[in-house]
């Protein structure tokens, strides 16, 4: 058998006791709750094709800028392979640094995060680009950013949503991320991040939409999906009870009526003809 394996993807921990992950065969994960600079700068010396490193504090920090200073490996490999996450805002001449030299960096302003823990959960998740574990409001563009766990960022404008049935108003300077990922918090409205992923990123959508139309296929169930993205109860719908609209979903009774289905289709704000390609 031969040893010259490819170098497996990492994540990286420092600052942090080990703790339960969902790690994939082609990725290694490590916790060093009080690393030292040597140990590091062979942390940071390891060939890996891609790595992900997750700093708690500003001392962590600056023992990262001088071991990615003494590292063996060519800058090239750093800035194509190397990514980082500061969970603390690094000093200015940190943050230069690191912007210059690494290949992705967050966190080099202040960013609302997942609690630690859920944050290593999503982080080392089978699908961590399906959730948000930090992001940020500016009152000033009113946008949110949004950063998942692949790094990648989505913006949201305030004005999404205005339209809401909710009777519940945004409070965007509570952002707040929740459930592993899976929710976005703003005050005490809630929406789920697979809502926001459907309305935000095409390729996310498609790639839903085929895999929805693989495994549920009856009208109820294209209801129910529409009625989750939109963050809306079984009661949200009018003059509909909350009743009719489990009863529907759940493909229970006779096909409901035409002037049902338009109500429904008017509040998850889509065309009554295309209910069941959702």
């Known amino acids: 058998m031969s040893s010259s394996a490819e170098p497996q993807e990492s994540l990286v921990f420092l600052g942090f006791k080990e703790a339960p992950t969902t790690s994939s ?21 390891n060939p890996a094709k891609s790595s992900l490193v997750v700093c708690r504090n500003k001392k962590l920090l600056n023992a990262f800028h001088s071991a990615v200073l003494k590292s063996s490996l060519p800058a090239s490999h750093l800035s194509a392979s ?51 574990i930090g ?17 990648s960022a989505v913006t949201v ?60 296929q009856s009208l109820g169930a294209s209801i129910r999906r529409l009625r989750l993205q939109r963050n809306l109860r079984q009661a949200d719908f009018g003059d ?7 009863r529907i979903e759940r493909g229970e009774g006779s096909k409901p009526r035409l002037n049902t289905l338009q109500e429904i289709a008017h509040i998850l704000q889509v065309p009554t003809s295309q209910l069941i390609e959702f």
């Open 25 to 45: 065969s082609n990725r290694r994960i490590e916790f060093y709750p009080k690393p030292a600079v040597s140990l590091i700068q062979k942390i940071v010396s």
């Open 82 to 132: 190397t990514n980082l996450i500061c969970l603390t805002p690094p000093s200015q001449s940190d943050a230069q640094f690191f912007h210059s030299t690494l290949k992705r960096v967050l966190g080099l302003f202040q960013l609302r995060w997942l609690p630690h823990r859920e944050l290593i959960a999503a982080l080392s998740s089978e699908s961590p680009a399906e959730l948000f």
């Open 135 to 151: 992001g940020y409001s500016d009152t000033r563009s009113k946008t949110m950013t949004l950063f998942r766990g692949d790094l």
């Open 157 to 216: 404008p305030f004005s999404h949503f205005d339209n809401r049935t909710s009777q519940l108003s945004p409070d965007f300077k509570e952002l707040a991320f929740i459930d592993y990922g899976r929710t976005v918090a703003l005050g005490d409205f809630e929406v789920s991040s697979d809502a926001l992923l459907y309305e935000f990123d095409s390729v996310y959508r498609r790639k839903l939409k085929k895999h929805r139309k693989q495994t549920e």
């Open 240 to 246: 509909i009870d909350a009743r009719t609209i489990g």
